[in-house]
């Protein structure tokens, strides 16, 4: 297997693509050569329970993800395996010993990249539910549009395309919900989780030809994965019993 890298190594890695200094805190970067992108404008695409194993078993309905991303690193998901731990990790480059957030709606006083590209007159947005664990964990941090009527995947992403052709924006981050609600519902291996999968391919397509038009670097990640359980509440779980809750993706595109 190759290297396993931490999912608190993506806030040091986006600041770094951008040319901004984390602090001492940050966990370590993913050792990506910033040569090979074209833009230090950002845009990280991260599709709830997306996990490694997922993508590999979903391969025919994702012919754009697994072929034509210029690099592919595995991270590792922090444990609770839980959205707010992860999303805030990513954010903060902190564990969850250190940020100690385990729901969407706990305050925190951790530095996140957000913090940091404000103060470089940088600016930031969220596009996601306004019901998303990312909406409520960041609102306060960042810019964002009304979110009161976008409550699906299509509908966050209209706001992103928007927001990508609109060009005044350094980084955007922006979460997919679907596919996490769908697994829960039926499992992350069903017919209905792979017409998700299907849909989170064309929307990952469309970004990434935005993206190049408008002078963006695309990046695509997940805060967890998901595995099968057999319960009378639930066909699918991420409590990280399974491997294929901890393991996600971090990719890049640049077509």
Not at 225 to 241: E, K, L, Q
Request: proline share 3%; net charge negative; charged share 25%.
């Amino acid at each position: 297997m190759s290297e396993i890298f931490s999912a608190m190594s993506v806030a040091r890695t986006i600041l770094n693509i951008m040319g901004l200094k984390a602090p001492e805190t940050f966990a370590p970067a993913i050792p990506i050569d910033k040569t090979a992108f074209f833009a230090d404008k950002v845009c990280l695409l991260t599709v709830d329970s997306l996990g490694s194993s997922l993508i590999k078993h979903h391969k025919e309905k994702l012919p754009f993800v697994s072929s034509k991303n210029d690099c592919s690193y595995t991270l590792k998901a922090e444990m609770p395996c839980k959205t707010a731990v992860n999303l805030l990790s990513q954010a903060s480059g902190l564990g969850f010993d250190y940020h100690g957030v385990i729901t969407k709606d706990q305050k925190f006083n951790a530095e996140t990249v957000f913090d940091i590209m404000r103060k470089c007159s940088l600016n930031t947005q969220i596009v996601c539910c306004e019901n998303s664990t990312m909406h409520i964990l960041f609102k306060d941090k960042t810019y964002k549009q009304s979110l009161t009527d976008i409550t699906t995947d299509e509908a966050v992403a209209e706001l992103l395309f928007e927001v990508i052709k609109e060009k005044h924006i350094d980084f955007i981050w922006c979460h997919l919900l679907d596919f996490d609600k769908e697994s829960h519902r039926n499992g992350p291996l069903g017919r209905e989780a792979a017409s998700k999968i299907a849909q989170v391919d064309f929307l990952v397509k469309k970004t990434a030809a935005l993206c190049k038009e408008n002078g963006y670097t695309l990046f695509l990640n997940a805060d967890h994965g998901h595995h099968i359980v057999h319960t009378p509440f639930a066909r699918g779980i991420h409590d990280g019993s399974s491997d294929d809750d901890l393991f996600i993706p971090f990719m890049h595109f640049t077509c």
